[in-house]
């Protein structure tokens, strides 16, 4: 009975272990299941996302192309996902800069604390040479180009006179050439001028004069940008980056312009502006939208056909031409290489042209 009990008592022993080793096997079956399911779900995305966001790569290494959209994605405080090359921007991304929004103008005025940066390019036209370095106080920036409801306020004040007709009185007129030439073409087509369309409140006013744009400026509290101001905000505070962006090719993703060069399609098909603020991901990290494309913008400065004397301290350069200098590119024909931070275009002061709008900044504080 004795030897009998024994063996049971080991028989059920095994038994147990056995159940055991049983329930482990199919735990593991159950986690490699679990590790297939993710994989599954890795090939989507969804799981590499999470991971990314949390610094887990997934991968051994990003291919030397994404580098640089690793960068943007950095650039917007969020994370690049290792599988999908997406950002992922699991929290809201913040706005990296003060701003005020005036009632009277309609304006938000965004900071741009001051930096010293290295203004014009090696690798762009004669005419953004030669490199320096600038210094640029502190100032306030429109977020936006000023609108046609922006400028219509000025007008309704008083202070501001209509935008266009758009027609170089001038051109072409016998007797008149030793009057002022107020820019190249013979007319602006009116069809692309915003002031008066149903529906452009929120577009940027354009056919408006260098003058124009000092009068508006004026009455909202403050002045046209300095070359320097502009660039250095333009490149994100003096980064050393193509576009507002970074170094990724302007397309229609990230700014309005031409789809390819003439004959194009302008405004990335719209054939037009767009309002303010369409492409967000043009934006630059302060906020700042369509300083690439939509229209050129008038600065305070003269143009020179090189930055040698050009100041240092971030005033605008005035004197010693007949044009004032445009940046920013626009919707109509300009491609990537006009959009690019660095790029400098010129017009006469009086033009009225249909590609050209503007922004004020304010001084500090």
Avoid at 110 to 135: C, N, W, Y
Avoid at 155 to 176: F, H, I, L, M, Q
Avoid at 177 to 198: I, Q
Avoid at 348 to 359: A, K, M, N, S
């Amino acid at each position: 009975m004795t030897s009998s009990g024994h063996g049971s008592g080991r028989g059920s022993t095994r038994r147990t272990r056995l159940g055991r080793a049983r329930r482990v096997v199919a735990l593991a079956l159950v986690l490699v299941a679990a590790a297939v399911t993710a994989g599954a779900v890795l090939c989507t995305g969804a799981l590499t996302d999470v991971l990314a966001w949390l610094g887990v790569d997934t991968r051994a290494a990003i291919p030397e192309e994404r580098a640089e959209t690793r960068e943007e994605c950095r650039a917007r405080g969020c994370r690049l996902s290792i599988n999908t090359y997406r950002c992922v921007c699991l929290r809201p991304r913040p706005l990296r800069a003060q701003t005020r929004y005036d009632s009277r103008t309609g304006i938000t005025w965004v900071q741009i604390k001051g930096g010293a940066f290295q203004m014009g390019s090696t690798s762009g036209d004669s005419d953004e040479l030669p490199v320096h370095r600038v210094h640029v106080p502190t100032f306030w920036m429109a977020r936006t180009e000023v609108t046609v409801d922006q400028y219509a306020r000025c007008v309704r004040a008083g202070s501001c006179s209509r935008p266009g007709p758009g027609t170089y009185r001038n051109w072409g007129k016998p007797g008149r050439g030793s009057h002022a030439a107020c820019g190249n073409l013979l007319v602006v087509d009116l069809r692309y001028c915003n002031w008066g369309k149903p529906g452009r409140g929120s577009h940027p006013v354009n056919c408006v004069s260098w003058g124009q744009a000092q009068a508006y400026a004026r009455w909202a509290g403050g002045r046209l940008p300095s070359e320097a101001e502009w660039e250095y905000a333009a490149r994100s505070r003096g980064k050393p980056w193509r576009y507002p962006w970074g170094n990724a090719t302007a397309s229609c993703a990230r700014a309005i312009m031409a789809i390819g060069w003439e004959p194009g399609e302008p405004g990335c098909g719209r054939r037009r502006t767009w309002p303010v603020c369409s492409k967000p991901r043009g934006n630059t990290k302060q906020g700042l939208c369509d300083m690439a494309g939509n229209v050129w913008e008038w600065v305070e400065d003269t143009y020179h056909s090189s930055y040698q004397g050009a100041p240092t301290d971030g005033s605008a350069w005035v004197g010693g031409g007949s044009y004032r200098v445009l940046r920013g590119g626009t919707w109509y024909f300009d491609d990537a290489w006009s959009l690019r931070a660095t790029c400098r275009r010129r017009d006469y002061p009086c033009t009225q042209d249909h590609l050209i709008g503007f922004r004020p900044v304010r001084s500090y504080p």
